[in-house]
């Protein structure tokens, strides 16, 4: 799937605990983002990256911070778990070529906070 | 708020019918993207439409723009079952591309 993985897949964890969730490519593209996706609510965007250290917030970015050292690396961290955080996380990576801009995404990050 | 949302939230129609799909937003694009997720797995992109297009075409997928309705719309013909899915809009914006995603709409064609 275009080079990326998510880890882990699954996670459980407690509310107040930290986590973090990791995007990793191998297609050197510049953009890379984080998505939240929930029943009646689609895709939203949590924080995208424009650049190794360049990082901007998204629709829902309360409660959630970036780090982005390294071209293929995307970190999501939740600093503080809560149970609103429960959802599946996805990264997309994407690269401007020949004029479009497609978004490839990865199979996805299923949190559970209890 | 979300930037996009689509219409109808759900659509069940006979394999071989047409399906069309809506999606509004909110603010200017670069382009217009539409995208298929089958069962909670990643997204896959299917069409692009630049700001500048009125319409475009990809096999069986029409898509077409109104930037001054700030609305899309996407048409499947001849449907079939396989096309069954939930499909999404996503707007480009900015000199940094950011990327947000309309509801969805859940497609279900019926053999």
């Known amino acids: 799937d275009a080079g990326i993985t998510q880890s882990p897949r699954h996670k459980v964890t407690e509310t107040g605990t930290p986590v973090t969730l990791r995007c990793h490519q191998t297609e050197n593209h510049r953009y890379m983002y984080w998505y939240r996706q929930d029943p009646g609510h689609g895709l939203r965007l949590i924080h995208y990256s424009y650049g190794v250290k360049d990082t901007d917030k998204g629709e829902v970015s309360d409660g959630y911070s970036v780090s982005r050292s390294k071209t293929e690396d995307f970190l999501l961290t939740l600093e503080s778990a809560t149970s609103s955080q429960t959802s599946v996380y996805f990264c997309?990576?994407?690269?401007?070529?020949?004029?479009?801009?497609?978004?490839?995404f990865g199979n996805g990050t299923r949190l559970t906070v209890t | 708020s979300q930037q996009g949302e689509e219409d109808p939230q759900a659509l069940s129609i006979q394999e071989g019918e047409n399906a069309t799909m809506n999606c509004s937003y909110k603010?200017?694009?670069?382009?217009l993207q539409w995208y298929r997720q089958n069962s909670g797995r990643g997204l896959v992109h299917l069409i692009l439409?630049?700001?500048?297009?009125r319409e475009k075409h990809s096999g069986r997928l029409r898509v077409t723009l109104d930037t001054s309705k700030k609305s899309s719309s996407l048409l499947i013909t001849a449907s079939r079952a396989a096309d069954t899915a939930s499909y999404f809009c996503a707007t480009v914006q900015g000199g940094y591309q950011k990327v947000t995603f309309g509801t969805g709409t859940k497609l279900q064609v019926i053999p």
């Open positions: 603010t200017s694009i670069n382009n």
């Open positions: 997309a990576i994407s690269e401007p070529r020949d004029g479009g801009f497609p978004l490839h």
């Open positions: 439409i630049r700001s500048n297009e």
